[in-house]
């Protein structure tokens, strides 16, 4: 069988042999041409090797295009459509980020059942977010990201721009990554080369004088593709909702992919990032935010810091390479590595709470300089194989990180501020008076060896995976002269089974495991243990035949044990006799109702119960758990008529309660917010405009005013995000 290869619009349509899929995987262009069932069974009884089941690939080179991606390497490590992973994932692509003008990470988030943003507040300089009630780890490109074990400065920043599309693989998954909590892991996948010649400028202006540009360019040069390039860019100045607070950023990414041959491609992988801003993120009293006070609400935009003080800069850097080299059409190898950089330096002054009058505010001064370096490396050998009739695609692997930080952390005292008329520039004690808090060295390592068989027998795939884990830390504290070390190891796995239906419908269910190392050890000095977590799901997921429609539910119950809970001898200490439970239910549709109509909605509904603790809390839910959520985005383009051109969305997320501490006192009330957009297209205007677009979006249409959290008191609040307008104007230009 000979089939011709060429591009159609950027698109890929259907493949039918291995050997179809290797030229498509390896020159990016697309079939236009398709061989016939009859003529693809000749074909096959003619080779001596294993032919791989009909596979879809939608976008050049298998990217994601609109809001529905059809294949995901999360789940796996492997290309695998989504029907075929037999766990929940939810897929976060460019084009609803783009929709969407998320600005960061978690706001991407915003529409995505079972994660709770905001833990931190709006404008936390961290991403932290949480999956089915448990903070998740973060990963790029598979591998995992640094986090500084001595403090929470030294974590990185990934800009939304720079992503292909954004993973989120719910439940257990150390049987794959190693170390996570059970509540599931957030993949960043992030923008590659691709062959296809293109160029988006975009510029943006917004609510507090926010002014950003934008740019994404690339293409391929030599024969064949040989070489290909890509330039990603953005920079930002802005103010934010809250007084005195910045949000300047400068962000380049260049990446670089050769394909000296059909069978092996080495792209490398690189973006620097710099943060330069006056103010911090700040908590606000509970009493005048979450519940009333007599003198008033403090509104979004009051700074009850110090402006002439407080400051924040972030210095990221990262470098890296994607290898994969096809041995035959049996085994391949990949190998996935990146260092990264991140320096924090900050000095603010922070709330305490307030005095009796309920206005006047305690504030300390605080200077931060921390530091963490990372180097990942992922190793895997892929074989695809049968025995009889049972197609195999196993994959062994072998990753290795290791994470060192410094940490310097000093404070001392500040005078008070009168939140409801704040006077600044009062004189502060100098740095060089500050008590000395945190001064130390930390290092962490993790070696794991994992095999993972996919298994399909006619319509059925059994997903087997196992991991064994060796995890080492290390600390020294500069401060009283203390060495400290701990190793702990785990085996992980995971099973999973689904069925495929013709009509595309996949029933699955799957039982994982997860560990995670706790630092730090019981009042008798015997290091604490990893929390172990283990998790049961069932689900199914439908993609009905001929649409571009994702329908997914499931249920789970995950538990974890080992949880650090207070020490009934020692109040100064704590022991791990606690365990927590979380179960829920959740629903997703994303894609197109019909041409002009496409729609991302979600639901979910947890059960975030402590189960142990000699707290006094067994029962209580756990903290910062959003128990009920529910979302509805939708948008409608006129591609005919009068408003041809023309595109109209809207939005609505709610979210439910959580409680701000384990005593469950502090009950954060639920919300509901309302996001809107308008854009057009203006080569309906004219045909030489082709591929100028203007977008407005607005988030809390209504200017809601919510708390979004609290942090173990009514001390540490944090205000939910104002009402906030942004204009894109885009040029994108792509080869046909």
């Given at each position: 069988?000979?089939?011709?290869?060429?591009?159609?619009?950027?698109?890929?349509?259907?493949?039918?042999?291995?050997?179809?899929?290797?030229?498509?995987?390896?020159?990016?262009?697309?079939?236009?041409?398709?061989?016939?069932?009859?003529?693809?069974?000749?074909?096959?009884?003619?080779?001596?090797?294993?032919?791989?089941?009909?596979?879809?690939?939608?976008?050049?080179?298998?990217?994601?295009?609109?809001?529905?991606?059809?294949?995901?390497?999360?789940?796996?490590?492997?290309?695998?459509p989504v029907l075929e992973t037999p766990q929940s994932i939810s897929i976060v692509t460019k084009d609803q980020v783009a929709a969407q003008q998320a600005q960061t990470v978690a706001q991407a988030m915003r529409y995505t059942p079972g994660i709770t943003i905001d833990t931190y507040g709006p404008l936390t300089f961290f991403n932290p977010l949480m999956i089915r009630g448990f903070q998740a780890q973060q990963y790029l490109d598979g591998m995992r990201l640094p986090v500084?074990?001595?403090?929470?400065?030294?974590?990185?920043?990934?800009?939304?721009?720079?992503?292909?599309?954004?993973?989120?693989?719910?439940?257990?998954?150390?049987?794959?990554?190693?170390?996570?909590?059970?509540?599931?892991?957030?993949?960043?996948?992030?923008?590659?080369?691709?062959?296809?010649?293109?160029?988006?400028?975009?510029?943006?202006?917004?609510?507090?004088?926010?002014?950003?540009?934008?740019?994404?360019?690339?293409?391929?040069?030599?024969?064949?593709?040989e070489f290909m390039y890509r330039l990603v860019g953005l920079g930002r100045r802005s103010d934010t909702q809250i007084d005195f607070v910045q949000d300047n950023k400068v962000f380049i990414a260049p990446s670089f992919t050769w394909r000296p041959g059909a069978n092996t491609s080495l792209t490398i992988l690189s973006s620097y990032q710099k943060i330069d801003n006056k103010g911090f993120q700040q908590h606000v009293p509970g009493i005048g935010t979450l519940y009333e006070n007599p003198n008033g609400r403090i509104p979004f935009s009051r700074y009850i810091l110090e402006p002439t003080n407080d400051r924040y800069t972030m210095e990221q850097s990262m470098v890296g390479y994607a290898f994969d080299h096809r041995f035959n059409e049996v085994f391949q190898f990949r190998q996935n590595f990146r260092a990264t950089e991140v320096k924090n330096d900050l000095n603010a002054l922070r709330t305490e709470g307030l005095l009796a009058d309920l206005r006047t505010d305690v504030r300390n001064n605080y200077f931060v300089a921390a530091r963490s370096r990372n180097l990942a490396l992922d190793n895997q050998l892929q074989a695809d194989f049968a025995t009889g009739p049972l197609k195999h695609k196993v994959l062994f692997g072998l990753d290795y990180l290791n994470t060192s930080s410094h940490t310097d952390f000093r404070g001392g005292a500040a005078p008070t501020i009168d939140v409801f008329n704040p006077v600044y520039g009062v004189a502060l004690p100098p740095t060089s008076s500050f008590a000395q808090f945190t001064l130390r060295d930390d290092r962490q390592k993790q070696l794991g060896v994992y095999v993972q068989d996919q298994i399909k027998l006619d319509r059925w795939t059994l997903s087997l995976t196992g991991r064994k884990d060796w995890a080492s830390s290390s600390s020294t504290n500069f401060i009283n002269g203390v060495v400290s070390s701990q190793d702990d190891s785990a085996f992980t796995g995971r099973v999973g089974l689904n069925y495929l239906f013709d009509f595309g419908l996949s029933p699955y269910a799957n039982y994982s495991t997860s560990f995670l190392p706790t630092p730090g050890a019981t009042a008798a000095g015997i290091p604490f243990k990893p929390t172990e977590g283990e998790g049961k799901e069932i689900g199914v997921k439908y993609q009905p035949t001929g649409t571009n429609l994702l329908f997914t539910a499931a249920l789970f119950d995950i538990n974890q044990k080992n949880v650090l809970t207070a020490d009934p001898a020692n109040p100064f200490s704590s022991v791990q006799t606690g365990a927590v439970k979380v179960r829920g239910f959740e629903f997703e549709a994303r894609g197109n109702i019909t041409k002009e109509l496409e729609i991302i909605g979600g639901y979910s509904r947890i059960d975030p119960r402590v189960t142990e603790s000699n707290d006094g809390f067994v029962g209580k839910y756990m903290v910062n758990a959003a128990i009920e959520q529910a979302s509805l985005w939708g948008v409608y383009t006129f591609y005919t008529g009068q408003l041809a051109g023309f595109g109209i969305g809207a939005g609505v997320r709610y979210v439910g309660d959580s409680y701000g501490d384990g005593a469950n006192t502090i009950r954060i009330p639920p919300y509901t917010l309302y996001d809107a957009m308008v854009t057009y297209d203006f080569s309906y205007l004219r045909s030489e405009l082709k591929g100028l677009r203007l977008q407005v979006n607005a988030t809390n249409l209504f200017d809601h005013y919510y708390v979004a959290s609290c942090v173990t008191s009514l001390t540490y609040c944090s205000l939910g995000s104002s009402r906030t307008v942004l204009a894109t104007l885009k040029y994108n230009w792509q080869q046909q």
């Open positions: 069988m000979q089939v011709e290869w060429s591009s159609v619009a950027g698109r890929c349509v259907r493949v039918c042999s291995f050997e179809s899929l290797r030229r498509l995987l390896l020159t990016g262009t697309c079939s236009l041409a398709l061989a016939t069932a009859a003529e693809s069974q000749a074909w096959a009884q003619s080779q001596s090797s294993v032919v791989l089941d009909t596979i879809s690939v939608t976008g050049e080179g298998g990217t994601a295009g609109g809001y529905v991606a059809k294949n995901t390497t999360t789940a796996s490590k492997t290309d695998t500084d074990p001595g403090s929470q400065f030294a974590y990185p920043q990934i800009e939304p721009y720079g992503l292909e599309q954004i993973e989120v693989l719910k439940g257990p998954s150390s049987g794959l990554y190693g170390q996570t909590n059970p509540g599931g892991l957030l993949n960043m996948v992030s923008k590659r080369p691709i062959a296809t010649p293109h160029a988006e400028l975009l510029g943006q202006y917004g609510s507090f004088n926010r002014v950003q540009g934008g740019f994404d360019i690339g293409g391929s040069t030599g024969k064949n593709s």
